[in-house]
């Protein structure tokens, strides 16, 4: 079975810019979640779906949002990108809540 | 918020060394996992411990939810054991992970 599967797996764009990372889950997880991760630190929560629903916002800006589609796959779009936006990107499906949740290999995201 | 915290920040060791990793948690959680950062980013699952103690080949873990820790053993390390090691909890009412600042695990031949 294919695992937590994100495109593109790097990308490099320009301040104000717009970009959208795509998610697809492992087959029957209904529920997908993207973090954050900048060099040296650990993942930080930025949006949690359920069933096509928001369930879940981390403390990021509204240039930040994210969509569920009916096929469970996700989008996480960012709007006029920052220096500081560089990061990777990591997206996480799981069956539900309060169970095993699994990573995708994530989108490296350069700035410049 | 909950805080997260994991020791030691760096380790080395030698082939064949055994070594253990601890993440302190501050508040009650409804899931706990262990994984190893590739160095190309992607997060492996070691363990899903929310409580109890589970062993996989050379690595096991416990949690111990009423004291809020959890400890990853890793017995006989090899140089392919190298990386970033996290930890990451769901607090009791969220539905996000919460990480530690890891682990950095550098296992020299």
């Known amino acids: 079975d294919a695992g937590v599967t994100q495109s593109p797996t790097h990308l490099i764009k320009t301040r104000g810019q717009h970009v959208t990372l795509r998610c697809s889950p492992i087959?029957?997880?209904?529920?997908v979640s993207w973090y954050q991760q900048v060099l040296g630190q650990g993942p930080q929560f930025i949006f949690q779906?359920?069933?096509?629903?928001?369930?879940g916002r981390g403390n990021f800006p509204d240039r930040f949002s994210a969509r569920q589609f009916p096929n469970y796959s996700s989008e996480l779009n960012v709007n006029a990108l920052l220096l500081g936006d560089s990061a990777l990107y990591l997206c996480?499906?799981?069956?539900?809540?309060?169970?095993?949740?699994?990573f995708g290999q994530g989108t490296r995201l350069t700035v410049v | 918020g909950i805080q997260v915290e994991q020791s030691p920040p760096d380790l080395i060791l030698q082939e064949g060394a055994n070594s253990t990793l601890r993440c302190n948690f501050s508040?009650?959680?409804?899931?706990l996992q262990w994984f190893h950062q590739n160095p190309w980013g992607q997060l492996i699952n070691l363990f899903y411990i929310p409580s109890g103690t589970k062993q996989n080949g050379r690595l096991s873990a416990t949690t111990v939810a009423t004291e809020r820790y959890s400890l990853l053993y890793i017995s006989s390390s090899q140089t392919t054991d190298s990386g970033v090691y996290f930890c990451a909890v769901v607090v009791v009412n969220t539905n996000k992970f919460y990480f530690g600042s890891g682990t950095k695990l550098n296992v020299k031949p």
């Open positions: 779906y359920y069933e096509k629903e928001e369930r």
């Open positions: 996480a499906s799981s069956l539900g809540f309060k169970v095993e949740a699994f």
């Open positions: 508040d009650s959680v409804n899931n």
């Open positions: 087959s029957g997880h209904k529920s």
